[in-house]
């Protein structure tokens, strides 16, 4: 009864008001500050931002031990590892390397491939992306990225991240922005779209 009295009265009413709009401000002016902080953190990215290029050996004939890999983690049945190997989830180590002793690990494997960069199937989209013989055509994509992808491209450290990337779905896989060019080779980490099939 007190309280329906209190919150009856204007100046109750006002403070509330009052409390919510500063609270309201606040928030909004520290997420606009986050939002500037991170604009600036990619503006202030070397323009000139290199991809280290790795050639890795092959662990199966090499000395040199790797403690971490890290894969490509979401498929069901297949991985990729950093390293360039596929291999059925059931064959990945501990440290997330695919055991390269399996009979399902391959290294640089382009299985569901086309021509033109395109795979039906991520993990083999990531693994040929990682063959080193693909660097010069992944730099000539950077070099030519379009301001919009430089964005999310500059964002990459290395080039397993650039593969794990390029090779996802993106509007360059698509018509309509809802149909698939290509259903059966929708993964690209090549300079051209998927081919358009007639429907």
């Known amino acids: 009864m007190v309280l329906r009295r209190l919150l009856r009265k204007r100046w109750v009413l006002g403070v509330v008001f009052g409390l919510s709009l500063i609270y309201f401000l606040t928030s909004t002016l520290k997420r606009e ?3 500037i902080g991170d604009r600036t953190l990619l503006e202030l990215r070397d323009s000139d931002h290199h991809i280290p ?19 490509s983690i979401q498929g069901k049945i297949l ?14 180590l501990v ?17 569901s491939c086309l021509a033109n960069g395109c795979c039906s199937i991520y993990e083999y989209c ?20 379009a301001e919009g992808f430089q964005n999310l491209f500059t964002a990459v450290e290395d080039h397993f991240e650039l ?17 698939y060019r290509n ?3 929708k993964y690209c980490y090549g300079e051209s779209p998927p081919e358009l099939l007639p429907i």
């Not at 004939?61 to 971490?68: A, D, E, K, V, W």
């Not at 991985?79 to 990945?92: F, Q």
């Not at 794990?164 to 922005?177: D, G, N, P, Y």
């Open 79 to 92: 991985l990729t590892d950093e390293l360039g190997y596929v291999c059925e989830r059931k064959d990945m």
């Open 95 to 111: 440290n997330g390397c695919c055991n390269v002793n399996a009979p399902s690990s391959r290294q640089y494997i382009c299985k």
């Open 163 to 179: 593969c794990l990337a390029k090779c996802r779905t993106s509007s360059q896989s698509v018509q309509h922005e809802n149909t």
């Open 183 to 185: 259903p059966q080779a």
């Open 126 to 145: 990531v693994s040929c992306c990682l063959q080193p013989d693909k660097q010069p055509l992944l730099e000539r994509f950077l070099n030519r990225a």
């Open 53 to 71: 290029w790795k050639v890795r050996f092959n662990l199966g004939n090499s000395s040199r031990q790797i403690t971490q890999c890290r894969n």
């Open 33 to 35: 500050e986050r939002t």
